[in-house]
């Protein structure tokens, strides 16, 4: 089966412009995550997804950052303005409905903000 | 809150030569454990997971992990590791207690295994 797709795989901005990103799931996943990830670290949840609900987005700076996921499928996140800190990978990962199913991932989008 | 720990920023074996990637966690409730891991400029790999039953799992690639609740360890194993085994290993763990907010899947920071033919 295909995997989880993701575009663009490599962004180079400017501080305080904005960037979106686009995520394929799996066909038949229910559930989409984003997930942020800093050179150095592992991957910090942004928001989850259940069909087209949102579940936890706790750790997503509402300030800057927006996501969705229009008829439960494809989802797009964006950040306006973006900031120097924002500089990190973004991961799209998708998974079956159930806290028992592993999550498959994207192969993310690296963001640059100078 | 939970949390994961992997105390050793890099692992350096040899090949052939057995291979441990330590890991502990924390959860208020019952866990559910992962391990991923992530090859240069790709994305996150699944490789095995401890939902119940047997304490060790057995996973992709030839590794394996094993869950000791006492411990709070979920330690990734390799008998015989290949050059190709190089790469960021990550464990992961999911509170299955509590509201669907709280389940969300908590990574630790990361282990580099460099395999030395």
């Known amino acids: 089966e295909a995997g989880v797709a993701q575009s663009p795989r490599y962004k180079i901005i400017e501080k305080r412009q904005s960037v979106a990103f686009w995520c394929n799931p799996i066909?038949?996943?229910?559930?989409l995550y984003w997930y942020q990830q800093i050179l150095g670290q592992g991957p910090k949840l942004l928001i989850q997804?259940?069909?087209?609900?949102?579940?936890?987005d706790s750790q997503l700076p509402k300030d800057r950052f927006s996501a969705e996921r229009l008829k439960g499928v494809d989802s797009t996140l964006k950040i306006q303005p973006a900031k120097l800190e924002d500089s990190a990978v973004y991961l799209c990962?998708?998974?079956?409905?159930?806290?028992?199913?592993?999550?498959?991932f994207g192969p993310g989008t690296r963001l640059t903000v100078t | 809150a939970q949390s994961v720990a992997q105390p050793e920023d890099q692992v350096n074996v040899a090949e052939g030569n057995p291979l441990t990637v330590k890991c502990t966690y924390s959860?208020?409730?019952?866990?559910?454990l992962f391990w991923y891991v992530q090859y240069p400029n790709r994305g996150l790999q699944f490789l095995l997971k401890?939902?119940?039953?047997?304490?060790l799992v057995k996973g992709s690639y030839g590794f394996e992990a094993e869950f000791n609740k006492s411990q709070t360890s979920f330690h990734l194993k390799k008998p015989s590791a290949l050059v190709s085994d190089s790469a960021l290993y990550f464990c992961?763990?999911?509170?299955?207690?509590?509201?669907?907010?709280?389940?969300?899947?908590?990574f630790g920071g990361g282990t580099r295994v460099l395999v030395k033919p």
């Open positions: 066909s038949g996943h229910a559930t």
């Open positions: 401890y939902i119940t039953g047997d304490n």
């Open positions: 992961a763990v999911r509170d299955i207690s509590g509201q669907a907010a709280g389940n969300k899947l908590t």
């Open positions: 959860v208020s409730g019952n866990p559910y």
């Open positions: 990962a998708s998974s079956r409905e159930g806290l028992n199913y592993e999550q498959y």
């Open positions: 997804f259940q069909n087209n609900g949102v579940v936890d």
